[in-house]
Each structure stands twice: as C-alpha cells, then as structure tokens.
C-alpha cells in the first residue's frame, strides 16, 4: 500500500525539491553564460577590407601631352643651341641644307602623324616645326642680311611667319596651334615697321589702334575657340596701350596740329569701341565697351578744343560734350546695350566735372565757419571775403559755378520723363542749383548783405520742401556767414527763428522745424545778452527762456512725433544756460534752481513723472552751489535737505506698499543724515557736534527698535557706538597709558578664557541676535 506522509513531512519535502530545482537552475545559468561568452572570444574576426588600389593622379590623354610637350621643348633647344653654337662651323650651303631640311621635314611629319590618329603627337611636332622657322628667319639674317636695319627685319619676317603659319593651319584644319600662333605674329609688322621707320609716337599710336581694329574684324569673323580668344586678347592689349598713347598725346599737344592729330586717334579709337559694342553679343561687355568708347569721344572732341581756350575752359568743355552725348544717344536706331553704356559715360563725364568743382562748393560752404573764432570782427568788402576768413578762394571759380549749372540742368529731363531716376534726378538738380545760389554771390564778389539775402530767400523757399533737410543746411549757412557783423548776426538768428517757428506749424515739418527754431532761439538768446555787453551768467537767464516754451510746447503737442525732439531741445539749452553760469556760483544756483521748476512743471504731465527726479536732483544742487556760495562748511546744511526728502519719501513708499523693506525705504536717507556728520565728528575737537549726533543716533536705534525696523536699528547703533567710541578714546588712551605693560596682555589672556569658558553660549547669543535682526523689516 502506498504510504503518504503526514503534512508537515510533505511540505518539507517540497520546499527541499524546489531548493534543489533552484541550485540546479542557477548552476545551468552560469554554465550557459560561460559558453556564451567562450563563443564570443573564439569567434573568426571578419577579415579586414583590402585596401583600394591606387587612382592615377593624372589621366593617360594629360600624360601624354606633358611628355609630348616636354619632347617638343627640348627639341626646340637643342635646335636652339645648334644655331648659335654650331652654326658657324657649316658653310653657307650646309647651313641652308641643314635648316631647309630639317624644317621641311618636322613641318610635313604631322600630316602622316594626322592619318594614323596621332593628333597631340602632331601639335607638338608642328609647334617644333613653328619654333625651327623663327630660328630659319633669324639665321637668314645672321647669314645673308646682316647689313639690313634689325627692327625693320623683325617687322618683315613676323609678317611672313603669320602669313605662313595661317596658311599652314588652314591647309592643316586638324591642328590648333598654328592659326592663333599666326594672329600673334601678325600684332607684330605694323607696330615694328612705325618703329622701324623712325616715325614719331603719333605714327606709333597709329599702328597700335590699327592692329587692334584689325583684331576686332578677326574676332567678329572667326567661330568661338582660340582664335576669337587670340584675337581679342589682341584688340584689348592694343587697343589699350593705342589708347593711352593718344591721350597722353592729347594732354601734352601743343599747336594747332598736334590737337588735331590726338584727337583723330581718339576719334579712331572710339569708332572702334563703338562698332564692337554693337556687335557684341553680351549685354554686360557690349555696355562696357560703349562706355569707353563714349569717353574716348568726349576726349577727342574736349581735346581738340582745350588748346583753343583760355585756361579753366577744358573741364566745362568736356562736360558740355558729355552732355551732349546723353542727348544724341536717344535715338531708338542705336543698340540698347550701346544707348546704355553711352549715358553711362556721359554720367561719368558729369560725375568728374562736379568733382572738379567740389572745392568751389567746400569754401563757400565751411569757409563761414572761420568767424566762429572771431565774431562780429568782420570789415567786409563782398561776399568772397565772408566765405574765405580762413580758406583761400578756388582756381577758376566762375567755370566751376557754369559746371554746376549745366549739371542742374542735364538733369531735369531725368527728373521730368523718367520715372525710375525721377526721385534722384530731382534730389540732385535741387542739391545742385542750391549750392550753385550759395556760391554765386561769392563767384561774382556781390556785396555782403547779397549773400546774405541770396542766402536767406534760399532758406525760404526750401522751408517748406518736402525734405527739410535742405533748408537746415541753408539755414546754418546762414548763421555762420552773419557772425561778421553784430547787426546781420541779430537780424538773421530773429529771423531764422520766427521762420523755424512758423515752419513747425506744418505737422509734416514740425519734427525738425521746432528743434531748430528752438536752437536759433538759443544763439539769438546769446548774441542779444553779448550786444548788450551781459555777463555770460547774466545772459544765462535769457536762454532759460528756451526751456520754458520747449516745456509748454511738448505739454501743448501731447504724444504728437515732435514731443521729444522738442524736449530734447529744451534740455539742450538748459544745459547751456547751466554751462554759462558756471563762473557765478550764486548765479548758477538760480539758474538750477530755475531749471527744477521748469522739470517739475513737465513731471505734472502723467507721462513725464520721472521728470520729478530730475527736479529733485535740480533743487538739490542749487541748494547745495548757494551754501558754498555763501561759504557754509557745516555737513549737516548739506545733507539734511537730502535726508529729509529722502526719509518722506521713504515712509510715503511704506505707507504704499507695506511690504517695502527698510533698507529700501530708510536707508538713503539715513546714511546721507548719519555718515557725512559721522565723518566730521571724528575729528571735531567740539563738543556739541558729537553730543547731538549721539543724541540722533539714540534716537533713531530706539525708533527701529520700537518698530522693529532693521535699517534704522543697525545705522543708528552703528553710528551711536562709533560716537561713543570717539568720545570715550581720549581716556582710554590715558587708562592705557596709565597701566603697566603687562596689564593688556594679561587683560588680553583673561578675555580670551573668559570667551572660551563661554564659547558656545557666545555663540547661542549671537544666533539669537541675528535671528531677532532677520525678524525685523
């Protein structure tokens, strides 16, 4: 029979076979881990990638012309060498037979080479057979011409090589070389045979311009390659150096003929520029092209008229054929790309001619600016000698006034028709004929009260122009040029101010307008208190009246856009009406004074309230310039009208805001009362002074303490303890001379254990201190 045991012997077996089934278990784990991890150490590593082969640097076509290259160079030197060094050991039929042959033979050999597909072996052996004819052309004439002249031979022989080297590219069409070598040759003959002939540098200028026309019909004719490429490095290079050669021929001429000459080279070479322009394909090079050509026309024409003139004429000359060229160049037959480029060069004919009249312009502009020195010294004869007090008078002023003129004027059809360069053609030809009515009285040494009514209609009628920018500029003109005499500087700053002031009425103008009639306000206050032989500080007091209507205006005009730059203004004069009362101290308290009323009246306004503190600061300061004015020494006069404001505003801002700390609300104005007398009760030998800031100080610590306010607490025991402590120095200083000089020592080790007896309870103290202080507001 089958024997079951009781319950508590079966549950012991169980959990004995479970034990069993867990060791078991953790034994298999770790023996799987182990052969977990020996697979992973015996596993092949997979093998490394092999390593790319090499790529050649340089292509098999590229070697094979470098060394193609370098095999026709070499033999080029050795041909080279042959002709100067072993040339003379030959007759003279052995030297033709040598040279005929070998150049007939490298010449032919590409024609085979062609056939076979060899085309880079064959440009190098026919750049050796080119290079062996220049060496055939100079044995011919170290044999046979050595009589003849050698540039004259250079001429000839560059000539015959271009011809025969053209021919041989044409015959030969596969070949790149020989054609464009040709077209170099041929910028050779015309040049060389000018030189040759002993010509003079127009012949010279001649044959430059030539070629280089001749190169311009090449490159119109010729596909795109090396060629073209050839053939307009050549019209450029030729063209250029043609170009400078005749105007520097036009700029020396002197004669009747010589002009002449110069300028048909000119004239040559802007046919040229110009029909290249036309042809031109490309907008960009087609209108760079014009352009030149345009100046050059300019040139030719100006050129040949300049020597004609008298002296100053040629800038006014040019500048009329500039403008003339803008005028001819609206015909719709000519190209857009050549129309373009055309007024291009006459913009840039006008640009230079208003840059040679910039001096003219300067001195009748800052040449004013000298009676800022010397003011109301000025005994005048015209209006030149009011613009030249510390400048000398331009050269040839009256063709720099014309050249402003016909600028002015060459810009109205833009300023009229034309809708893009509308805007900035009337800007420029406003701007032009402005500075021209300024200059003309001084041009024209007019009378002084002319340049200055000329002067002043300008600034009237510029008033009220869209941009007022110009009128200030008139304007400032204006004024400096009346410092030469007291009755035009008066008369002109009355007037500068009743027009800024009714300028202002207009919104749009009322953003600078007011600024400035407030700023000629201020120099009219000033020249009316030096008329009246005034004091600087005296005449302070009238320039105060500056501020004052800047405060009602900006508090009239509300949050309008010329709020602040009339503010601003006021501020501006204040600071001047303060600077000039420096030197008188009583003075200058009035005039602080005056200045915290005009900053409170404008604080009134809810949106200047920080105006206020800039008032406070005001009557603080002429509070302070009147004390030393009457020669007060006492801190306490200086710093009590501090403290109290100070110490008011402190307990109005705790009334607000409960919440305010102490230190925020008493501190300023505690330390302004306590420190400055501090400081001077240290070293007061008085009585009095310390007795009353101890009393102060007492004062303020029981305050803090029965309010349980930090600030006044800590400042008023800190101060009362210093105060103490200066009082009681004296006798301690006569207790410690009185003591032997082992008593502070011993005094010393008694205090020490006294404190170490009672560390920690020092300690508790201290905390309890600090944390009855951090109560505290």
């Known amino acids: 029979m089958t024997h079951i045991p009781p319950p508590a012997e079966e549950l012991r077996l169980l959990d004995a076979e479970l034990w069993r089934l867990d060791a078991r278990r953790a034994q298999l784990l770790a023996r799987r881990a182990w052969l977990v991890d020996s697979l992973r150490s015996t596993r092949p590593t ?3 990638p092999l ?9 098999a076509p590229r070697v094979q012309n470098v060394l193609l290259l370098l095999g026709g160079v070499l033999l080029t030197i050795a041909a080279i060498a042959f002709t100067l060094v072993s040339w003379g050991h030959l007759g003279i039929a052995g030297r033709a037979l040598v040279l005929g042959t070998v150049t007939l033979a490298v010449l032919a050999a590409p024609v085979p080479l062609l056939r076979r597909g060899l085309r880079s072996t064959a440009e190098s052996v026919a750049g050796l057979g080119l290079a062996l004819t220049v060496l055939d052309a100079y044995a011919l004439h170290e044999a046979a011409l050595t009589s003849t002249d050698g540039t004259g031979y250079a001429a000839a022989a560059a000539a015959v090589l271009a011809a025969l080297w053209a021919a041989y590219g044409l015959g030969l069409g596969a070949l790149r070389l020989p054609l464009p070598a040709g077209l170099v040759a041929a910028q050779l003959p015309l040049v060389l045979w000018a030189i040759a002939a002993g010509s003079d540098p127009y012949a010279v200028a001649t044959a430059l311009l030539v070629t280089a026309g001749l190169d311009a019909v090449v490159a119109f004719g010729a596909a795109a390659g090396a060629v073209r490429v050839t053939v307009t490095a050549g019209a450029y290079g030729l063209g250029g150096w043609g170009v400078l050669a005749a105007g520097w021929l036009s700029w020396t001429a002197t004669g009747p003929s010589a002009p002449a000459r110069a300028a048909a080279l000119l004239l040559f070479a802007a046919v040229i520029a110009l029909v290249a322009a036309a042809r031109l394909p490309e907008p960009a090079v087609a209108s760079g092209t014009a352009i030149a050509g345009g100046l050059l026309l300019v040139a030719a024409g100006g ?17 009329a054929l500039g ?3 803008s005028a001819a160049v609206r015909a719709d037959r000519l190209p857009e790309a050549v129309r373009r480029g055309l007024l291009r060069a006459s913009a840039a004919v006008q640009a230079l001619a208003l840059l040679w009249a910039v001096p003219l312009v300067a001195v009748t502009l800052l040449g004013p600016l000298g009676w800022v020195g010397r003011p109301w010294s000025g005994d005048l004869s015209d209006a030149r000698a009011a613009v030249t007090v510390h400048t000398p008078w331009p050269p040839y002023a009256g063709q720099a006034l014309l050249v402003l003129v016909v600028v002015a004027g060459a810009l109205v059809p833009l300023a009229v028709r034309h809708g893009a360069w509308r805007p900035r053609a009337r800007a420029g030809a406003a701007a032009l004929v402005w500075a021209a009515c300024l200059a003309l009285p001084a041009v024209l040494e007019l009378p002084y009260a002319a340049a200055l009514s000329l ?10 122009l869209p941009t007022p920018w110009l009128a200030l500029a008139t304007s400032l003109h204006l004024a400096f040029l009346s410092l030469a005499t007291q009755s035009a500087t008066l008369t002109v ?3 500068l101010t009743v027009l800024g002031a009714t300028a202002s009425r207009r919104p749009r103008l009322t953003p600078v307008a007011a600024p400035v009639a407030l700023g000629y306000a201020t120099a009219l206050a000033c020249a009316t208190g030096a008329a009246a032989d005034w004091q600087p500080s005296h005449t302070a007091l009238l320039v105060l009246c500056v501020p004052v209507v800047a405060a009602l205006a900006a508090a009239r005009s509300g949050a309008a856009p010329a709020t602040v730059p009339v503010e601003v203004a006021g501020a501006a004069a204040a600071v001047f009406a303060v600077g000039l009362a420096v030197p008188d101290a009583p003075m200058l308290a009035t005039v602080l004074a005056a200045c915290g009323v005009i900053a409170a009246g404008t604080a009134a306004r809810p949106d200047r309230r920080r105006a206020g503190y800039a008032a406070t600061v005001l009557f603080l300061l002429a509070t302070w310039v009147r004390l030393a004015a009457w020669e007060v020494t006492t801190p306490e006069a200086y710093t009590l009208p501090v403290a109290v404001p100070a110490l008011l505003v402190g307990a109005w801002r705790r009334h607000r805001a409960p919440l305010t700390r102490s230190w925020t609300a008493y501190g300023p104005g505690l330390a302004v009362a306590l420190l400055p007398s501090l400081a001077t009760a240290w070293n007061d030998p008085e009585w009095s002074r310390p007795l009353l800031l101890g009393a102060a100080a007492l004062l303020v610590t029981l305050l803090g303490a029965r309010h349980r306010l930090r600030a006044p607490l800590v400042l008023g025991g800190s101060v009362l303890v210093l105060d103490a402590l200066h009082e009681l120095a004296p006798y301690l200083v006569q207790v410690a001379d009185a003591l032997p000089r082992w008593a502070p020592p011993a005094l010393a080790g008694v205090l020490l254990l006294a404190v170490g007896a009672t560390y920690e309870r020092r300690l508790r103290d201290v905390r309890h201190v600090r944390e009855a202080l951090g109560r505290m507001e």
């Open 51 to 59: 390593p790319a082969a090499p790529r050649p640097e340089a292509s």
């Open 493 to 495: 700053l009355s007037a």
């Open 455 to 464: 002067a002043g209609a300008v600034t009237v009628a510029t008033a009220f």
């Open 46 to 48: 997979p093998p490394a």
């Open 323 to 325: 403008v003339a060229l």
């Open 303 to 319: 050129g040949l008229l300049r020597v004609f003139l008298a002296a100053g004429w040629g800038v006014p000359v040019h500048l």
